[in-house]
């Protein structure tokens, strides 16, 4: 199946800082791509749809100035959480549909990113 | 609204025993819907999904899944679970018109030796 990457997958930093989490479609291209969140034992929340060459679309809840998305190209998105807090701490997952024909294909899936804030 | 409900949190089975995790939707017209496995610190890694056609859906792993349009339900099989199959399953169902995927809760299957 198709490769999606996060880096890094795994980072700490202190309270107040920003984090910039990339996801990459490896071999092949995605036009949208998703940005989730997972607390502990708990489900994923989708946080925002990111568009190629446009502005990111956020789930009704989720401050936009405060996770910032940019899909600069058809194979990366950036997450960037900016002033992070404690509460910030999360798994982070991104997924992209690859460009195919049908749109019913599955989404492939980054490994996640695990931030902690301190 | 579409949504769908996985109503156990977890499910213990005996290796070699077969294994059912259920999943129920809610949506409006043909449902598209998905199951995922996520293993522990790991992204989700799809099984199988259902589109159109056959309802017994086979998938990766031994999975599989049987669509119900009566009961809209959509419950994850496997004829002889593995230790190795623990892990966090989630159901998922697509938007119309969008690549969207709305998750159920997921439910933890811990298989025993």
């Known amino acids: 199946g198709a490769v999606v990457s996060q880096h890094p997958s795994w980072v700490i930093c202190k309270s107040g800082t920003s984090v910039k989490i990339e996801c990459r479609s490896l071999d092949f291209q995605a036009t949208t791509m998703f940005w989730y969140r997972q607390f502990p034992k708990q489900s994923l929340m989708l946080m925002a749809t990111s568009n190629e060459g446009s502005k990111a679309t956020y789930e009704q809840g989720v401050e936009k100035d405060k996770f910032l998305i940019n899909h600069a190209s058809l194979t990366l998105s950036t997450l960037t959480v900016t002033s992070a807090h404690p509460e910030d701490s999360s798994f982070y997952i991104c997924s992209a549909p690859p460009q195919r024909v049908t749109s019913y294909n599955e989404q492939f899936f980054g490994p996640g990113t695990r931030l902690t804030v301190l | 609204a579409q949504s769908v409900a996985q109503p156990e949190d977890q499910v213990n089975v005996a290796e070699g025993n077969p294994l059912t995790v259920k999943c129920t939707y809610s949506v409006s017209g043909n449902p598209y819907l998905f199951w995922y496995v996520q293993y522990p610190n790991r992204g989700l890694q799809f099984l199988l999904k259902?589109?159109?056609?056959?309802?017994l859906v086979k998938g990766s792993y031994g999975f599989e899944a049987e669509f119900n349009k009566s009961q809209t339900s959509f419950h994850l099989k496997k004829p002889s679970a593995l230790v190795s199959d623990s892990a966090l399953y989630f159901c998922a169902v697509r938007g119309h018109n969008t690549d969207k995927l709305i998750f159920g809760t997921g439910t933890r299957l811990q298989v025993f030796p």
């Open positions: 259902y589109i159109t056609g056959d309802n």
